[in-house]
């Protein structure tokens, strides 16, 4: 029961990149789910959030947009700078938002909680042929400076500091 309420209480204190922000979505999948057959195991590096056919995307935080891949491992990737280095936020199984630019800054959730329609739609969930339906993939990492496909990922609901703040001031209006 503890790491329930432990779990709850991680996911419904933090911004959600689909509609509602501040509301708890179905979790499919969790960093760390094992993937893949025996003989060549891999662990899933994000969450999947199970989400309709079409529903939009936003960002977390802001940042520069970048598109990758094809067909349903088609991915937006959200390249935020802190202090010394960039954080990357991969959004996959998704149709980008044709309005976007490569490279265009698009403004996140977390920084324009109080003026939500300057949050940038970057894409809308796509059809996933799996058997465990339509989701969105989410996961965030720390890319290697001479490669940027490959980083140290982190868990994706823990890196958002202010997602506390989020809630709190969502509350108090």
């Excluded at 708890?24 to 060549?40: F, K, P, Q, T, Y």
């Excluded at 698009?106 to 324009?112: A, L, Q």
Aim: glycine content about 8%.
């Amino acid at each position: 029961m503890v790491i329930f309420n432990t779990l709850f209480l991680i996911f419904s204190v933090i911004p959600w990149p689909i509609k509602e922000f501040d509301k708890m979505h179905s979790v499919s999948s969790v960093m760390g789910d094992a993937r893949d057959e025996v003989s060549s195991p891999r662990f899933h590096r994000g969450v999947d959030i199970a989400a309709t056919v079409g529903t939009e995307v936003f960002p977390i935080r802001s940042g520069w947009a970048t598109f990758h891949g094809g067909g349903v491992d088609r991915t937006v990737k959200v390249f935020e700078l802190r202090v010394s280095y960039y954080w990357c936020q991969r959004y996959t199984h998704v149709n980008e938002n044709e309005e976007i630019d490569e490279g265009e800054w698009v403004s996140g959730i977390i920084e324009f909680r109080d003026n939500p329609e300057i949050i940038d739609m970057i894409a809308e969930v796509l059809d996933y042929p799996d058997p465990g339906g339509d989701h969105l993939h989410f996961d965030r990492y720390i890319p290697m400076a001479s490669d940027l496909t490959k980083g140290v990922w982190h868990n994706p609901w823990l890196f958002i500091v202010s997602g506390f703040e989020f809630r709190v001031k969502k509350q108090q209006k």
